[in-house]
């Protein structure tokens, strides 16, 4: 079992920065992935970010350039940098960890104003 516990979500201008934590717990040494998907009203929950075990990273193409996905082991915690944002990065975001089965988080809000 692998618990998660989002933070970072908030209100920002269009243009600004917010940078989204996942702190990992449980049986983290099994985890093969990690990374966000987020869900705007009336949308599909989408894959924002991920990173493997190995270290590789992938990125949606709407979010390329301007979003950084990255790990910190020693806290099982990844963190999702999230730059230039625009009105339509607003959603709900949820980290999600890989393991024979996916687990969530309980998703944080991200709104951003034009």
């Known amino acids: 079992q692998v618990q998660l516990v989002e933070s970072g979500g908030g209100l920002v201008q269009a243009g600004g920065s917010l940078r989204l934590s996942c702190a990992a717990s449980?049986?983290?040494?099994?985890?093969?992935?990690i990374g966000w998907y987020r869900q705007a009203p009336g949308k599909q929950r989408e894959l924002v970010a991920s990173?493997?075990?190995?270290?590789?990273?992938g990125y949606a193409d709407s979010v390329k350039g301007r979003f950084t996905i990255s790990r910190d082991n020693a806290k099982n915690t990844v963190y999702l940098q999230m730059n230039s944002l625009k009105p339509e990065d607003t959603a709900v975001y949820y980290c999600?960890?890989?393991?024979?089965?996916?687990?969530w988080g309980q998703g944080t809000q991200v709104t951003v104003s034009s």
């Open positions: 999600y960890a890989l393991t024979t089965v996916k687990y």
């Open positions: 990173i493997s075990s190995g270290g590789s990273t």
């Open positions: 449980g049986s983290t040494f099994s985890i093969n992935a």
